[in-house]
């Protein structure tokens, strides 16, 4: 079922559901802990009508802890409506205005909003424990300090998940920008949110340079584009790719785009602030960096290369852009993997093996660029990129859970000023077990170990790659080696890659296990059961997603049929 | 399929993998103090699931389950006790097991070695979690025995190395660390190319509507069905997808095998990993883990692309002969009891190899003897060689003198073991290998090869006499009157071993003798396994069109 609304318009409210209850929740951050007694005295008058806003303030709502209780109960509202959505069927709504088409609801965008929310609703849950906030108990310096920011944290994590809808929804390149930037600003601040510490001010900083950078190269690409096009609409674009995409303005316009999302995606040579900005931030910030932030990078890669420069567009059926894809995606994979076996602190080591993924992903989508766009193949080269894109939003969905899982894993140990050398894990198996199993389980996922959902997503983006490269070939028959296309060679590349990843996924198992632990933390972690049942969470969807993966496998294919059905 | 009880998936399989996890989970809630408490009777229960197992596989090889064809008997390609289950449906992904005459002696032989393991390592430390993870073991072994589903295959083959680096990194030796990084690496890097290599051959099968394939790809990951359709696209001379693509995946599922095996120029992880694991994990390691890279080459390369074995024989020959023979060579050099065990196994893996490469029915079923065999007579090398550890917390060669004199016990299990390992006639050993020379006679003289490809075998049976009779005379020998036990146990008195030792020794060397001496209660079905295959399969294929 499809509809078309104006914005504001009859069914504007119920399309864009989840989007609102964020917008609800933003309002109510702002308010709630502000309500209190005040009156408002007309003036020249005795009469006093209560305003509510200010003065003494309640015993309920001066709770510090209230943000975080809230912010978490909207991201699971919002995460659950976007569920609901896909219930029955996804009633797919475009909202244009007159002749611009702005957002489009479809199962593409809902389910990134799910990767979305259910990372921002993780980490918040976890953030309760990780910036404790704590009612009339703790008057030290850093309880107050933690209780005052609280609403700040949470407000910013918010306006994070409403700008990152945006970016999945829009199909206006500048909305998408705008959408970009709110996600950017809030996580630039988040980045920094712990100034107190040298390491988070300096994550922040960097973060922030190397980022706004980004995006004023991404702008001025953008501005190109516009003045080659005179439209920044999807379809425009297209369809103006499609006549004079081989021009020099329109590249190089698509090339500065790239580095604007190749920095969200951490990909090679733009991913040098995410070690420090990672190492940084709180582990719950951390995880959403290497999660939903970079899926939102991902979404914008798929949009600028696919909708717009899709391939079809070129004389000989394949992309422009292909080369420079794959060569920045075998940089991106080889670079991460050898940084990170070089790392020892843990965070600077997740860090380097997400720009790892990242590598795989744009390999997956180089395979992409590489069909055969004839109309003899064209139906094949449509189901070879379905599965492409299926299994990158796989792997977006799973990465959530065990990427995510493995910073709040850190987090924890932050809380106790750990986190920083792979030594303070030491001895975990001794001092919570169930915290090293769930470790070990996200780093042997990571490394793409059966039965995990690391390994499951891993296959499915090999198998995409090899499926394009075989494409062609395959339809004939039998074939030679030397026919096959050469991004099957980015698959090769990928597997040693992932094999050579292993070793320090593995070391940090060792340390958990075998090692004893550092002088002064021996004894039982912080408490915090919030973060505890937010890595609980993960580790059941890591192995769910391992063993019984059909569901999500189809409704990640119903959410690649919107995307490349609508080319 | 039938509603007969899933005798496999349940009891042999969901079984071992399910009560290790539910018993570590138990043990993970307990405190400390619980743990020690609670270990003899986690052994207990792993020992009885084990013997549980056993019994299951015993009844199938006495033919007294319903439902299934006598295993000699049966036709290539078809399967006792074949269940299948949907998995992920939109990629083809089944849960599929079954049986043949080639997998069969494999997981008898891995039920056979569980509660032999348990019992030889009756006094391990940490014997709570020790024991569920042994059992853990079994059940991905198994796994990967029966799977008749790629996927399934695959998960179970790298399955197995979890709970083994977790053995050898836990209960393992000084270099425990560097041994289980390099030995899953090793293993890691090589089979995430043959998986590369899988994924490629299930998308060059032609997209024809292929039972059991996926209701989204068109393609199969089902084992019979794959090999079945080669088959037909094997024959007539054709290249099943043609013939450079059919040598490169050759090569790039031979290398996950190869290195599983391990074969030479991939063998470093094994000493290594042997020489560090504890004695329990090196039974298994050596006993089932290494077959599984053979096993996977019967079941896949070799069959599908028989047309590449062919073309690469000359390789696969040579690397037999350079594994048979370095790893003899090797052996003469060492002073560690366990690495030249080690090297010995590669030194036999050689032997397997050769047979593959033969190409003759005979070799074959030599190789599939020789995988059985060793898979009885290297375990018992690994117990002689934890019992020195334990007991005298030394391996090294020459460390100590006239052992036979203190622990007559340990001695005759170490005699009994070295002798039956380099082939003395009678002991299982000798039949695997007197099966090898006759193939590899046949195979040269049907050929026109040259001869001196009979130099190496001949040379190394001398080679491995020496080494081993060497080891035994400078430990368990010699000495005299004036026996000197090893510095190690700085002037205790010399133990000798405990009782659950003796009984799995003694158990061991039983069937040693048993398969010596009536090889054919197992050759049997491996000889019917080869036969069908080369009759059935491969004789057709490259006889038949040429």
């Given at each position: 079922m499809e509809s078309v609304i104006e914005p504001f318009g009859e069914g504007f409210v119920t399309?864009?559901?989840?989007?609102?209850?964020?917008?609800?929740?933003?309002?109510?951050?702002?308010?709630?802990?502000?309500?209190?007694?005040?009156?408002?005295?007309?003036?020249?008058?005795?009469?006093?009508?209560?305003?509510?806003?200010?003065?003494?303030?309640?015993?309920l709502d001066s709770d510090p802890r209230l943000p975080g209780i809230f912010a978490s109960i909207f991201f699971a509202i919002a995460f659950l409506l976007a569920i609901v959505s896909f219930l029955g069927g996804m009633n797919q709504t475009t909202v244009a205005s007159g002749e611009n088409?702005?957002?489009?609801?479809?199962?593409?965008?809902?389910?990134?909003?799910?990767?979305?929310?259910?990372?921002?609703?993780?980490?918040?849950?976890?953030?309760?424990?990780?910036?404790?906030?704590?009612?009339?108990?703790?008057?030290?310096?850093?309880?107050?300090?933690?209780?005052?920011?609280?609403?700040d944290f949470y407000i910013l994590l918010m306006t994070c998940g409403l700008g990152m809808s945006v970016v999945a929804l829009a199909q206006d390149m500048f909305l998408l920008f705008i959408g970009l930037e709110l996600a950017s600003f809030s996580t630039y601040v988040l980045v920094a949110f712990l100034k107190e510490t040298k390491e988070g001010s300096e994550a922040g900083m960097k973060y922030f340079i190397v980022g706004s950078?980004?995006?004023?190269?991404?702008?001025?690409?953008?501005?190109?584009?516009?003045?080659?096009?005179?439209?920044?609409?999807?379809?425009?674009?297209?369809?103006?790719?499609?006549t004079s995409g081989m021009e020099a303005l329109p590249l190089a316009g698509l090339g500065m785009l790239l580095v604007g999302f190749g920095f969200k995606v951490s990909a090679a040579p733009f991913h040098f602030a995410a070690p420090d900005a990672y190492a940084g931030a709180p582990g719950p910030v951390a995880g959403v960096l290497a999660t939903a932030s970079k899926a939102m990078g991902i979404v914008g890669l798929l949009r600028i290369l696919l909708v717009v420069a899709s391939p079809e567009n070129s004389d000989d059926g394949t992309t422009v852009w292909l080369v420079?894809?794959?060569?920045?995606?075998?940089?991106?994979?080889?670079?991460?993997?050898?940084?990170?076996?070089?790392?020892?602190?843990?965070?600077?080591?997740?860090?380097?093996?997400?720009?790892?993924?990242?590598?795989?992903?744009?390999?997956?989508?180089?395979?992409?660029?590489?069909?055969?766009?004839?109309?003899?193949?064209?139906?094949?080269?449509?189901?070879?990129?379905?599965?492409?894109?299926?299994?990158?939003?796989?792997?977006?969905?799973?990465?959530?859970?065990?990427?995510?899982?493995?910073?709040?894993?850190?987090?924890?140990?932050?809380?106790?000023?750990?986190?920083?050398?792979?030594?303070?894990?030491?001895?975990?198996?001794?001092?919570?077990?169930?915290?090293?199993?769930?470790?070990?389980?996200?780093?042997?996922?990571?490394?793409?170990?059966?039965?995990?959902?690391?390994?499951?997503?891993?296959?499915?983006?090999?198998m995409g790659i090899v499926k394009a490269a075989l494409l062609e070939a395959s339809a004939s028959g039998n074939i030679s080696f030397s026919e096959i296309h050469w991004v099957w060679y980015l698959a090769l590349i990928m597997v040693i890659n992932s094999a050579v990843s292993v070793f320090y996924y593995l070391r940090v198992g060792l340390v958990m296990f075998f090692h004893e632990p550092e002088a002064g933390r021996e004894g039982p972690l912080p408490k915090g059961n919030s973060v505890r049942l937010a890595i609980a969470a993960c580790v059941i969807s890591t192995v769910y997603f391992g063993i019984g993966a059909g569901q999500l496998i189809a409704l990640c294919e119903s959410a690649a049929n919107a995307l490349v059905g609508a080319w | 399929m039938s509603t007969a009880i899933d005798w496999i998936s349940i009891p042999l399989v969901g079984l071992p993998l399910i009560s290790s996890i539910v018993l570590l989970i138990f043990i993970g809630n307990s405190s400390v103090a619980a743990r020690e408490k609670l270990g003899p009777s986690i052994r207990m229960v792993s020992l009885i699931v084990s013997f549980f197992m056993l019994g299951v596989t015993t009844m199938m090889f006495f033919g007294q389950m319903d439902n299934m064809t006598d295993w000699t008997t049966m036709n290539f390609g078809s399967f006792n006790f074949e269940h299948r289950y949907v998995w992920i449906e939109s990629l083809g992904i089944h849960w599929s097991v079954g049986m043949d005459a080639l997998s069969f002696p494999m997981v008898w032989l891995t039920t056979f070695l569980l509660p032999i393991t348990i019992a030889a390592t009756w006094n391990e430390k940490n014997a709570s979690v020790y024991f569920p993870l042994i059992l853990m073991m079994g059940g991905a072994l198994i796994g990967v025995f029966v799977a008749l589903d790629l996927f399934m295959f695959y998960v179970f083959w790298e399955l197995t190395l979890i709970p083994m680096f977790f053995l050898i990194l836990k209960w393992g030796g000084k270099d425990r660390k560097y041994a289980s990084q390099k030995?899953?690496?090793?293993?890691?890097?090589?089979?995430?190319?043959?998986?590369?290599?899988?994924?490629?051959?299930?998308?060059?099968?032609?997209?024809?509507?292929?039972?059991?394939?996926?209701?989204?790809?068109?393609?199969?990951?089902d084992i019979p069905t794959l090999i079945s359709h080669s088959q037909a696209a094997n024959a007539n001379g054709m290249w099943f997808l043609g013939e450079s693509m059919q040598k490169v995946l050759f090569v790039m599922l031979m290398l996950g095998f190869l290195v599983k095996l391990p074969s030479v120029p991939f063998h470093t992880w094994l000493p290594d990993a042997h020489v560090q694991a504890p004695t329990g994990g090196s039974m298994l390691l050596a006993g089932v883990m290494l077959k599984m890279g053979a096993y996977g080459m019967f079941r896949l390369p070799l069959a599908m692309?028989?047309?590449?074995?062919?073309?690469?024989?000359?390789?696969?020959?040579?690397?037999?002969?350079?594994?048979?023979?370095?790893?003899?060579?090797?052996?003469?050099?060492?002073?560690?009891?366990?690495?030249?065990?080690?090297?010995?196994?590669?030194?036999?893996?050689?032997?397997?190899?050769?047979?593959?490469?033969?190409?003759?029915?005979?070799?074959?079923?030599?190789?599939?003897?020789m995988m059985f065999a060793h898979g009885i007579i290297s375990p018992m090398l690994f117990a002689v060689c934890g019992a020195f550890k334990h007991h005298y917390h030394s391996m090294e060669i020459g460390a100590m003198r006239g052992m036979a004199k203190h622990s007559p016990w340990l001695a005759t299990s170490m005699m009994f073991a070295w002798m039956a390992s380099l082939g003395l006639p009678l002991l299982a050993g000798f039949v695997a290998e007197l099966m090898m020379f006759l193939a590899l006679w046949h195979f040269l003289?049907?050929?026109?090869?040259?001869?001196?490809?009979?130099?190496?075998?001949?040379?190394?049976?001398?080679?491995?006499?020496?080494?081993?009779?060497?080891?035994?005379?400078?430990?368990?020998?010699?000495?005299?009157?004036?026996?000197?036990?090893?510095?190690?146990?700085?002037?205790?008195?010399?133990?000798?071993?405990?009782?659950?030792?003796?009984?799995?020794?003694?158990?061991?060397?039983?069937?040693?003798?048993?398969?010596?001496?009536?090889?054919?209660?197992?050759?049997?079905?491996?000889?019917?396994?080869?036969?069908?295959?080369?009759?059935?399969?491969?004789?057709?294929?490259?006889?038949?069109?040429?």
């Open positions: 399309a864009l559901a989840p989007e609102f209850v964020l917008v609800i929740g933003l309002f109510t951050l702002m308010i709630v802990p502000n309500l209190g007694d005040a009156k408002f005295r007309i003036p020249l008058t005795q009469i006093r009508i209560p305003w509510f806003f200010g003065g003494k303030r309640g015993t088409v702005l957002l489009k609801v479809d199962e593409f965008s809902r389910l990134f909003e799910l990767i979305f929310y259910g990372a921002l609703a993780l980490a918040s849950i976890a953030s309760i424990n990780r910036l404790p906030a704590t009612f009339r108990a703790d008057r030290s310096a850093s309880g107050l300090y933690n209780n005052r920011r609280q609403v950078v980004a995006s004023g190269v991404g702008l001025y690409g953008l501005s190109l584009l516009y003045l080659w096009a005179g439209s920044l609409q999807f379809t425009d674009l297209a369809a103006q790719f499609d420079a894809l794959a060569v920045m995606s075998v940089v991106t994979m080889t670079w991460g993997n050898l940084a990170a076996l070089g790392s020892t602190n843990p965070k600077r080591m997740l860090a380097y093996s997400s720009v790892a993924h990242a590598g795989y992903m744009m390999a997956a989508i180089t395979a992409i660029g590489a069909l055969n766009w004839e109309p003899a193949h064209v139906m094949d080269s449509k189901s070879a990129s379905l599965a492409i894109v299926t299994a990158l939003m796989f792997h977006l969905v799973v990465l959530v859970c065990f990427k995510l899982g493995a910073f709040l894993v850190l987090s924890l140990l932050e809380s106790e000023n750990g986190g920083h050398t792979l030594e303070s894990l030491g001895g975990l198996v001794k001092r919570e077990p169930f915290l090293a199993v769930a470790m070990f389980i996200f780093m042997m996922s990571l490394a793409g170990v059966p039965p995990l959902a690391g390994f499951l997503s891993k296959l499915l983006v090999i | 030995f899953f690496i090793y293993t890691f890097t090589a089979s995430v190319v043959m998986l590369l290599g899988l994924i490629t051959m299930y998308f060059l099968q032609p997209d024809s509507a292929l039972t059991y394939s996926g209701t989204w790809t068109g393609r199969t990951f692309f028989p047309h590449a074995a062919e073309f690469f024989q000359f390789w696969l020959l040579a690397l037999g002969m350079v594994s048979l023979v370095w790893g003899a060579v090797v052996c003469l050099g060492q002073t560690n009891l366990k690495k030249m065990v080690a090297y010995s196994s590669v030194s036999h893996m050689g032997v397997i190899l050769i047979g593959i490469a033969t190409m003759q029915p005979l070799g074959w079923a030599a190789a599939l003897f003289a049907a050929e026109n090869w040259s001869v001196f490809w009979m130099v190496g075998p001949a040379f190394v049976l001398a080679i491995t006499a020496a080494y081993y009779l060497w080891s035994m005379q400078r430990t368990i020998f010699e000495g005299g009157e004036d026996t000197q036990p090893p510095a190690s146990l700085h002037g205790e008195p010399v133990p000798d071993i405990a009782d659950s030792e003796k009984i799995a020794m003694v158990i061991m060397a039983a069937f040693t003798i048993l398969f010596g001496v009536m090889p054919w209660i197992a050759l049997d079905m491996m000889n019917g396994w080869t036969v069908a295959f080369f009759e059935q399969l491969l004789i057709p294929i490259l006889n038949g069109g040429a």
